[in-house]
């Protein structure tokens, strides 16, 4: 049974990078052919595939998100990282990291998910 975990600071001021990782038990990240995903869904709002991290190291982001997102990993620890820059309060969300068993590009391919942590942007 594959189980994620988010962590992470719950609030980030403006203009600030978000950082959050999410640990990984159960499985390895390096598995054949599995890609590691963040997903989020601010307040009210339907949810978000931001981007992922392949198996083999490769990364894939959401064209909206491309340009603040980074996605990496330590294969150490089984952990992927994920960080927004610039954030605004429009980027308060819950944030879910997930394993999707092909690049699907949408929330609509993960079979698992971690329970979420909300990120609040504020002052």
């Not at 988010?6 to 640990?23: A, M, R």
């Not at 944030?95 to 929330?107: H, K």
């Amino acid at each position: 049974q594959v189980q994620l975990q988010e962590s992470g600071p719950g609030l980030v001021k403006p203009s600030q990078t978000l950082s959050l990782t999410c640990t990984v038990s159960g499985g390895s990240i390096t598995t054949n052919y599995y890609y590691w995903s963040w997903i989020r869904q601010p307040p009210g709002k339907g949810l978000e595939w931001m981007g992922a991290i392949a198996y083999s190291g490769s990364t894939y982001y959401s064209p909206s998100l491309k340009s603040r997102t980074s996605i990496s990993r330590d294969t150490s620890k089984n952990q992927f990282t994920l960080q927004l820059s610039s954030v605004t309060p429009e980027d308060t969300a819950v944030y879910y990291c997930a394993r999707e068993p092909d690049l699907y590009g949408s929330w609509l391919g993960v079979d698992y998910w971690g329970k979420g942590t909300l990120v609040t942007v504020s002052s």
